[in-house]
């Protein structure tokens, strides 16, 4: 309802109990004026036909002419009741009788039609909106809702206004439950790809084997096994983190031991590759998650580093201020590829200059760790070179 109609509604309702109220304030004041008057006078005739009895034809002959001359039954024991007068032949208007009472119902009857003109009106302004509302659910059902404007403040406009954030809400929805949907196949076609290579070199192996043709066909065979393995727990942990099945153990960790362990874990693969992780030792800086994952997010980060690095060490910093504490991980490569930059954590996305055998899927199980511990990641290229990510684990 709108701020005009909404005042229009309620001036004729304040209209309208003033008029009955006013009619009632008169119909008690006539009553009570009445009473008064014509107790005044009883005492006054009392008062002269008990001291002097012979006036009393006198008084009532003056009140005779006083009235016009109307008396009725008596009331009471007083001398006006006796000489049949009542109080009404003492209003103020007792030369017109009947007035008071049909101005006093001409009053309340306007006071009563305009309330229920005003009620008609609101219950049709009212009536209005909730059709309006219902049209606008049966748009929002067919998809073709609009913006849904609230006029003015009152329990109607609260209304609309909620309604209209519970059919964004759906709308929001089922646009998410769209996405997921697509995703989903996009990522199932993903995994069909990525396992129909390994299983295709497999096959190849296996029949060059059995022709005599292939001396390394076993060595060939356990690498794709393995490499079969390593998707299949790749797989699973996403599907536990799609699932919210992950459940992540948060504690006061050091940022310092994080990193060494992770480096620990990574040991033997960068001697194999000849590379080394330098973790400088920045003193004790406490970030509140679960150890063994973020371990796993920061492992991913670092073997990236590792497959790009021409300098043949990864770099790792961290450091905090009053919002946050930053991890870095960097290399001294050639960086990411421009068009690579904004897809790098998209599930089995494979960049410009990626490793072989890789199967696109540590960077997005990076993310998914982080930001499930109130983080960001991101990755960039350095100024001077190379590939650099950024960890934020947020205060609060």
């Known amino acids: 309802m709108s701020g005009r109609k909404q005042a229009f509604v309620t001036l004729g309702f304040v209209l309208a109990a003033s008029l009955i109220a006013a009619a009632v304030t008169a119909l008690l004041a006539v009553s009570y004026e ?24 006198i008084v009532a002959e003056a009140l005779k002419e006083y009235t016009g001359g109307h008396a009725g039954a008596q009331e009471g024991q007083s001398v006006l009741a006796a000489l049949g007068y009542r109080r009404s032949d003492f209003s103020s208007t007792a030369g ?24 008609f009106c609101r219950n049709r302004i009212e009536a209005t909106r909730l059709r309006g509302l219902s049209s606008y659910l049966e748009q929002a059902n067919m998809g073709r809702a609009a913006i849904l404007s609230a006029f003015g403040e009152d329990d109607f406009g609260r209304l609309e206004d909620e309604i ?30 990525q396992m129909k290579t390994p299983i295709t070199a497999v096959s190849l192996s296996v029949q ?19 490499r079969l393995a390593h998707l299949e727990e790749a797989l699973l942990l996403l599907s536990r983190i799609d699932a919210g099945t992950l459940y992540l153990q948060k504690q006061e960790t050091d940022v310092f031991t994080l990193l060494v362990l992770a480096a620990d874990h990574l040991q033997q693969l960068f001697a194999h590759s000849g590379m080394t992780i330098e973790v400088p030792e920045l003193g004790e800086q406490m970030i509140t998650a679960d150890l063994d994952w973020t371990m796993e997010a920061v492992m991913n980060l670092m073997k990236n580093c590792m497959e790009h690095s021409t300098s043949k060490t990864v770099h790792c910093s ?10 870095l991980v960097w290399d001294d490569g050639q960086g990411f590829a421009k068009e690579d930059l904004p897809h790098l954590f998209e599930r089995f996305y ?32 350095r100024d001077d070179g190379g590939a650099l990510f950024e960890i934020r684990f947020y205060c609060h």
């Open 34 to 57: 009445s009473r008064m008057r014509f107790q005044l006078l009883d005492g006054v005739c009392t008062r002269i036909v008990a001291q002097q009895p012979e006036a009393e034809k």
């Open 96 to 119: 017109q009788k009947g007035m008071p009472a049909l101005f006093v119902s001409i009053g309340f009857l306007a006071g009563m039609l305009l309330f229920f003109f005003t009620f």
């Open 164 to 193: 209209y954030k519970t059919v964004t809400f759906l709308y929001q929805t089922k646009d998410a439950a769209v996405q997921a949907k697509n995703e989903f196949a996009q990522n199932l076609s993903n995994i069909a790809h």
């Open 208 to 226: 060059m084997m059995k022709q005599g043709f292939c001396s390394g066909g076993l060595e060939q065979v356990e690498k794709q096994l393995s």
């Open 318 to 327: 961290y450091a905090h201020n009053p919002l946050y504490t930053s991890i």
């Open 350 to 381: 494979r960049g410009k200059n990626a490793a072989a055998g890789g199967v696109g899927i540590g960077l997005a199980l990076a993310k998914e760790i982080i930001e499930r511990q109130n983080g960001t990641i991101r990755a960039k290229n």
